[in-house]
C-alpha cells in the first residue's frame, strides 16, 4: 500500500479571524490525493472546525500542555483539542524547541498524551545550521527521533507523522534542495526501520518542512522518501496554498 501523503499548513501566530473565514471563503479545494491538514492558532481551532468543510481538511493544534488537566495557566490540553473536534497535533516544532526550550523528553510526554487522547501526532524534528555544517544532522536527527518517541507502541505508529523541518530552512527562503532532503528523508528511514521495524518505517509518512513555495512543492514530493510538506508562510493564503496542492496533484498524476 502506498503510504500516506499529508499536506500541512502550519498558521503559527498569525490572522485574526477574520482572516481565518476569509481563507475559508477562498480555499475552492477540488481534489487531492493527499490528505490536507491545517493547524492555525488555538483561539481559531473552533472556528475553523464550524465553518470549515470537514469532508475536504483536517484541523488540528500547534501545541498542547504534556499534562493531563490541572493547574497549567495558559496551557491546553490534548482532550481539549480533540473534544473540539481537532484531529491531530504538531509536537516538537523547531520553534517550540529553540524559542521555548522544549527538549525532547517533555516532547516524548506531549506525543504520549496526544497519542492517549486520539489525536494523530506531526512530530517535528530538524538541526541546526551549524549542526549541519559540523556533520551532526543524523545524529540530532536520531536523538530527537529516539527520545520524542520513546516508549510508543507499534501499533501507536499508525497516528504518527515525522516532519523533517531543517532549521536553517525555516522561514528564510532557504530550501534544502529535493536531493538534499531525499537523502535525509531516507537516512531517517533507515534509522526508523533499524529501531522500530522495517514494517513502522516503509509505512510512515515523513513530511519535509521549511520554505516551502508553490514553485518547489512538486519537485520535493516527487522524491521517493518524502511524502508530504509541512508549509508556514505559503500556506497562510487560500491561493498560495490551493498553488502548492495543485502542483503536487498535478505533478503526482503525470508521472
Ligand atoms: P516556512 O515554515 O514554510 O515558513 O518555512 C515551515 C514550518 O515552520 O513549519
Given at each position: 500500500m502506498p503510504r500516506k501523503q499529508v499536506i500541512a499548513a502550519n498558521w503559527k501566530m498569525n490572522k485574526n479571524i477574520e482572516q481565518v473565514y476569509d481563507f475559508i471563503e477562498h480555499f475552492?479545494?477540488?481534489?487531492?490525493s493527499a490528505d490536507v491538514y491545517i493547524s492555525p492558532a488555538s483561539v481559531h481551532l473552533y472556528p475553523l472546525i464550524e465553518k470549515a468543510d470537514l469532508s475536504k481538511i483536517k484541523v488540528g493544534a500547534q501545541n498542547i500542555c504534556?499534562?493531563?488537566?490541572?493547574?497549567?495557566?495558559?496551557d491546553i490540553s490534548a482532550a481539549m483539542v480533540k473534544d473540539l473536534g481537532a484531529e491531530f497535533v504538531i509536537i516538537g516544532h523547531s520553534e517550540r524547541r529553540h524559542?521555548?526550550?522544549?527538549e525532547n523528553d517533555r516532547l516524548n510526554q506531549k506525543v504520549k498524551i496526544a497519542l492517549k487522547n486520539d489525536l494523530t501526532v506531526i512530530y517535528c524534528i530538524g538541526e541546526k545550521l551549524e549542526q549541519r555544517e559540523n556533520q551532526e544532522t543524523l545524529e540530532v536527527l536520531k536523538a530527537q527521533l529516539l527520545g520524542g518517541l520513546?516508549?510508543?507502541?507499534?501499533?501507536?505508529?499508525?497516528k504518527i507523522i515525522i516532519a523533517y523541518e531543517p532549521v536553517w530552512a525555516i522561514g528564510t527562503g532557504k530550501t534544502a534542495s529535493a536531493a538534499e532532503a531525499e537523502a535525509t528523508h531516507k537516512d531517517c528511514r533507515e534509522f526508523i526501520a533499524k529501531t522500530w521495524g522495517v514494517n513502522i518505517a516503509e509505512n510512515i509518512t515523513i513530511q519535509y518542512g521549511g520554505s516551502v513555495k508553490p514553485g518547489n512543492a512538486a519537485e520535493l514530493m516527487s522524491?521517493?522518501?518524502?511524502?508530504g510538506l509541512l508549509i508556514g508562510g505559503?500556506?497562510?493564503?487560500a491561493e498560495s496554498f490551493l498553488s502548492i496542492i495543485n502542483n503536487v496533484q498535478s505533478s503526482l498524476a503525470s508521472n
Open positions: 475552492s479545494l477540488q481534489t487531492s504534556f499534562a493531563e488537566s490541572g493547574a497549567f495557566t495558559g524559542v521555548f526550550g522544549e520513546a516508549g510508543i507502541k507499534s501499533s501507536e505508529f499508525t522524491q521517493e522518501n518524502i511524502d505559503a500556506s497562510l493564503e
